[in-house]
């Protein structure tokens, strides 16, 4: 039996590839197929576009697929939210799909679009954000380069963006945020009721958000004295409480913890002058919860 996995092909391609692999999974790529290769024997991935995913994965052609919220919503999927994977092109966080004008625009909300032209890939929910709002307004689809449509092509435009700088670039200011989204692990209904399936899918789940939770943390090991413990751990801004062992000299102790790496400059100079000895950082590829 087979795990048929989808794994999204465009701009989060290369992102979800580094997080398969940092949660021990190495996913060979040949740039012809849509078949990447992987070293389970016991799951077959496809790239699908991120748009298509949870249609394909409803339909039950994939049993499993990962996919942003947004476009779950766009395609009105019936699917299962297995769980939140928040990560993305550049950065582990939530995207926003953004109503963006003109920087000389006069449009200020979206009650200002009345009448309007609006240009997005994202044609439902922003059909549907419009109704909420009681604005009637034109939405159109647009195969791409969204950002330079406006003024002329468009009055306004639904983006996605993570951290806004293309809009800027292109002259465009955020008006509101129409959507937050971040990729989920989605499954069939029928493959969720499968046992084998179901526990193959948790697995996945369970190293994947391992490898979200490690990123941008190293480990801390280190030996103190006793005497000077205390004022070693009040440095130590540690995951849940370091981890405190005996060592064959009882005056002594080892000490390991997780930190964020960006302190790790400022941390260890601290730790020297508490009198922590053998200080060694290493990396970490998952942490499991």
Do not use: H
């Not at 748009?51 to 699917?79: C, H, P």
Request: aromatic share 6%; glycine share 6%.
């Amino acid at each position: 039996m087979k795990l048929k996995l989808g794994l999204p092909k465009g701009s989060l391609q290369d992102a979800t590839l580094e997080l398969f692999r940092r949660a021990g999974y190495e996913i060979t790529v040949n740039p012809r197929s849509y078949f990447p290769g992987i070293d389970d024997d016991e799951i077959e991935c496809m790239l699908i576009r991120a748009q298509e995913m949870a249609r394909y994965v409803e339909d039950g052609i994939l049993d499993a697929g990962l996919t942003g919220k947004d476009w779950i919503l766009e395609n009105d999927a019936s699917v299962v939210e297995v769980a939140d994977l928040v990560y993305a092109k550049q950065t582990f966080g939530k995207v926003r799909w953004v109503l963006a004008v003109p920087e000389k625009s006069s449009v200020q909300s979206v009650n200002d679009l009345e009448g309007k032209i609006i240009a997005t890939e994202l044609v439902k929910v922003t059909e549907r954000y419009l109704a909420q709002n009681g604005v009637k307004a034109k939405v159109e689809f647009s195969w791409g380069a969204t950002e330079v449509k406006p003024p002329v092509l468009a009055d306004a435009i639904v983006e996605v963006t993570e951290t806004g700088s293309s809009l800027r670039a292109n002259g465009l200011r955020i008006v509101e945020t129409v959507l937050e989204s971040n990729t989920k692990f989605i499954a069939n209904a029928s493959a969720w009721e499968d046992a084998w399936k179901r526990q193959k899918m948790e697995t996945v789940v369970m190293l994947l958000k391992g490898a979200i939770e490690a990123s941008g943390k190293v480990g801390l090991m280190l030996n103190v004295q006793r005497a000077d413990l205390e004022n070693v751990l009040a440095v130590l801004p540690a995951l849940k409480r370091p981890t405190i062992s005996n060592l064959s000299d009882p005056d002594w102790v080892a000490v390991n913890t997780v930190v964020e790496e960006k302190t790790v400059r400022e941390i260890i100079p601290r730790l020297k002058a508490a009198n922590a000895q053998g200080i060694v950082e290493y990396p970490l590829n998952k942490i499991v919860i």
